[in-house]
């Protein structure tokens, strides 16, 4: 499922919800150190990179040709536990892919939203680009992406607790860089999220704004806030949680509005029940 938006999802441990979301096969959307506290460090084994194509809409790009690996440590995960200010409620900013240059006016739409925390879901690039968005909510986590293999503090994933200042559990996310394969989410980045009990898998790395669901997971790309990559948006990531339910959508960093892909004729309403999940 892809879609620019959703609004209101219930979320479980284990969530019974019917989702109303829209398809898009335009070109122009579609679709993946912290001042968290860890609460456990560890480290495990996961996969590198691999090549795999991206996907505007429905629609992807050529396969990129291999990378040259960088030798580097084991996989690190941490976890950590983001506090929000509002009772049964709270609200993340998600950047990333900002390859050491975010656009100007990303960290002031993004302070504009007083968030409960910020999360960057990799490509940092010089840390330095953290600067601005570390002075506007309490809390900043950040994961390695594939060109910040030399940034040793960076985690590879970290899993999050959303908890309410009375410390009543609001969701559970995973925050890693490389999640999909196209459109489906990749084995590693499902049986991590399950490992961790999370609820949605949030990444970066194509640059894709991309909202969906795979493997009983939703799945979360805020796109990148950094230098534009071929004809794709400037644009970050909003999260809502509140009563059990999340809402999840996308901010253009040009126009400062809610971005949605172009319409499409073809793109029908559609609608998923998922009560059956076990």
């Known amino acids: 499922m892809i879609s620019n938006c959703y609004t209101g999802l219930p979320l479980m441990v284990h969530?019974?919800?019917?989702?109303e979301a829209r398809h898009h096969r335009d070109g122009s959307g579609g679709e993946g150190s912290d001042r968290a506290t860890p609460v456990t460090a560890r480290t495990?084994?996961?996969?590198?990179?691999?090549?795999?194509?991206?996907?505007?809409?429905?629609?992807?790009?050529?396969?990129?040709?291999?990378?040259?690996?960088?030798?580097?440590a084991r996989w690190t995960?941490?976890?950590?536990?983001?506090?929000?200010?509002?009772?049964?409620?709270?609200?993340?900013?998600?950047?990333s892919d900002t390859h050491s240059q975010a656009h100007p006016d990303a960290a002031r739409l993004v302070a504009d939203l007083e968030p409960d925390a910020i999360l960057h879901a990799g490509d940092v690039g010089q840390a330095s680009v953290l600067e601005p968005f570390?002075?506007?909510?309490?809390?900043?986590?950040?994961?390695?992406?594939?060109?910040?293999?030399?940034?040793?503090?960076?985690?590879?994933?970290v899993d999050i607790r959303v908890?309410?200042?009375?410390?009543?559990?609001?969701?559970?996310?995973?925050?890693?860089?490389?999640?999909?394969?196209?459109?489906?989410?990749?084995?590693?980045?499902?049986?991590?999220?399950?490992?961790?009990?999370?609820?949605?898998?949030?990444?970066?790395?194509?640059?894709?704004?991309?909202i969906g669901r795979d493997r009983g997971l939703y799945v979360f790309n805020p796109?990148?806030?950094?230098?534009?990559?071929?004809?794709?948006p400037i644009v970050f990531g909003v999260m809502e949680l509140a009563a059990g339910r999340v809402s999840m959508?996308?901010?253009?960093c040009e126009t400062g509005q809610r971005w949605t892909p172009m319409p499409s004729a073809s793109a029908p309403n559609v609608s998923a029940d998922t009560s059956n999940r076990s």
């Open 163 to 210: 908890d309410d200042p009375d410390g009543r559990p609001l969701a559970k996310l995973l925050l890693q860089h490389i999640c999909v394969y196209g459109p489906k989410l990749r084995a590693d980045a499902a049986k991590r999220a399950a490992s961790h009990d999370a609820q949605v898998v949030v990444c970066g790395h194509s640059h894709v704004p991309f």
């Open 44 to 72: 495990e084994h996961g996969a590198d990179d691999v090549p795999g194509t991206a996907v505007v809409g429905h629609e992807a790009m050529a396969p990129r040709s291999p990378k040259k690996r960088v030798s580097r």
């Open 223 to 232: 796109g990148s806030i950094g230098p534009r990559r071929f004809a794709l």
């Open 134 to 157: 570390r002075r506007i909510a309490p809390t900043l986590i950040a994961v390695r992406g594939n060109i910040d293999q030399q940034t040793p503090d960076l985690p590879d994933s």
């Open 77 to 95: 995960h941490r976890s950590a536990v983001v506090t929000s200010t509002q009772t049964g409620a709270a609200r993340l900013a998600i950047i």
């Open 249 to 252: 959508t996308h901010i253009s």
């Open 15 to 19: 969530p019974s919800i019917d989702v």
